[in-house]
Structure formats: C-alpha cells, structure tokens
C-alpha cells in the first residue's frame, strides 16, 4: 500500500506561480512513477505530468509549456510547478503513485483545491 499526501494549492494570483508537493509513503517498489493531474466536470482526470523512478517525464496538454515536475527520490516527494496561472487552472490537482513492480498498481492523494483569483 502506498499513501500520499499533497500540499499546496489555495489561492493564488493570476500570472504567478502554483506550487504543490506530494509525500509518498509505505511500501515504495520500483519501478514506479509518480505524477500530477487536474480533475475536471464528470471527475475525468487529466494528465500534467509524471515522472519515473530514473527521471523520465511526460507532459499531458494540460498547462503544457507551463509546468515542471521533479521529484526527489530520497523523500518520495514530487513537486510540480505551474507558472503563469489563470483561471483555467483552476480546480482539483491530484497526485499518484504508479507501482510498475507487479500487476499495475495506481495510488491515490485526495486532492488539493486550486482557486485562481484575478
């Protein structure tokens, strides 16, 4: 089982920069990923980013050319930036942990709410 618990998000001002974290604790297999999505209407999630285990990222559309993923793999933290914010970027920001050792295994953080203010 792994747990994962994001930080960051609340409001921030358009035009600057949304910081998040996230801890992934438990049982931490390798190979693995770790990556950041956004919820939007009918909690369809969209990719950000993912990062793997040896440093190979992936960029989704969202917030594409905007954003930066990086992980530090002693603590099992991912952080991601977005700069530039507006108002599209508004919303639920989940994090996950992909366990790639075994059978394909997807874990979960609960989310942090992002608000844009203008």
């Known amino acids: 089982q792994v747990q994962l618990v994001e930080s960051g998000g609340g409001l921030v001002q358009a035009g600057e920069t949304l910081r998040l974290s996230c801890a992934a604790s438990?049982?931490?297999?390798?190979?693995?990923?770790m990556g950041w999505y956004r919820q939007g209407p009918g909690d369809k999630r969209d990719l950000i980013a993912i990062?793997?285990?040896?440093?190979?990222?992936n960029y989704g559309d969202v917030a594409k050319g905007r954003s930066t993923i990086s992980r530090d793999y002693t603590k099992n933290i991912v952080d991601l930036q977005i700069n530039d914010l507006n108002s599209d970027d508004a919303g639920v920001y989940l994090c996950?942990?992909?366990?790639?050792?075994?059978?394909?295994?997807?874990?979960w953080g609960q989310g942090t709410q992002v608000a844009v203010s203008s």
């Open positions: 996950d942990f992909v366990d790639l050792s075994g059978p394909y295994q997807v874990y």
């Open positions: 990062i793997n285990n040896v440093g190979g990222t």
């Open positions: 438990g049982t931490i297999s390798t190979p693995n990923a």
